[in-house]
T-cell receptor, first 114, second 113 residues
Framework: KQEVTQIPAALSVPEGENLVLNCSFTDSAIYNLQWFRQDPGKGLTSLLLIQSSQREQTSGRLNASLDKSSGRSTLYIAASQPGDSATYLCAVKVSNFGNEKLTFGTGTRLTIIP | EAQVTQNPRYLITVTGKKLTVTCSQNMNHEYMSWYRQDPGLGLRQIYYSMNVEVTDKGDVPEGYKVSRKEKRNFPLILESPSPNQTSLYFC????????????FGSGTRLTVV
């Protein structure tokens, strides 16, 4: 059974710093990995989608890497801003008898201190 | 705009009163799914549908029903809600091919008293 872990559960950093969020998964047989952002009580916004054959994806100040063989992904945020404060979730897409479901980590709650 | 639309956004109801949460997508996605999010437990899949008239249970299906009569709609039905179904619910959709990502709705905050 696929398990996804995100460490740390919470992180506070001063504005302007670069930071890395970590995600690990137990089964490397994934289609892709998606990073989401969730603001308190709100929906999930997709940030980056990285395919199992890819090593990294970039969007603006965000960069996601994937090492499928070791079951690890990182989300790098450059020059952090207070607006980056949110919970960040990673999810892996696997196929279980045709059910291409996402398995989520429990998230990292990020606070950027002005 | 490509999106998944859920309604209502907030709902407070009483134990046992049947309710339906609607979900609609405009991206012609074959695959649709419902998740619930609870503190400390993360997001867990309730039901999914691989196409019209094809639905199946996810990890936590007890107390829920779904239907998929049209490709764009995937309502979640609680026939007799109980307080342990108080949660934040998300509908999601995707193309039914491995490489595609998911699009999520904005969520429905359900409270059962």
């Amino acid at each position: 059974k696929q398990e996804v872990t995100q460490i740390p559960a919470a992180l506070s950093v001063p504005e302007g710093e670069n930071l890395v969020l970590n995600c690990s998964f137990t089964d490397s047989a994934i289609y892709n990995l998606q990073w989401f952002r969730q603001d308190p009580g709100k929906g999930l916004t997709s940030l980056l989608l990285i395919q199992s054959s890819q090593r990294e994806q970039t969007s603006g100040r965000l960069n996601a890497s994937l090492d499928k063989s070791s079951g690890r992904s990182t989300l790098y945020i450059a020059a952090s801003q207070p607006g980056d404060s949110a919970t960040y979730l990673c999810a892996v897409k696997v196929s279980n008898f045709g059910n291409e479901k996402l398995t989520f980590g429990t998230g990292t709650r990020l606070t950027i201190i002005p | 705009e490509a999106q998944v639309t859920q309604n209502p956004r907030y709902l407070i109801t009483v134990t046992g009163k049947k309710l339906t949460v609607t979900c609609s997508q405009n991206m012609n996605h074959e695959y649709m799914s419902w998740y619930r999010q609870d503190p400390g437990l993360g997001l867990r899949q309730i039901y999914y549908s691989m196409n019209v008239e094809v639905t199946d249970k996810g990890d936590v299906p007890e107390g829920y029903k779904v239907s998929r009569k049209e490709k764009r709609n995937f309502p979640l039905i609680l026939e007799s809600p109980s307080p342990n179904q108080t949660s934040l619910y998300f509908c999601a959709s995707s193309f039914n091919r491995g490489s595609y990502g998911y699009t999520f709705g904005s969520g429905t905050r359900l409270t059962v008293v």
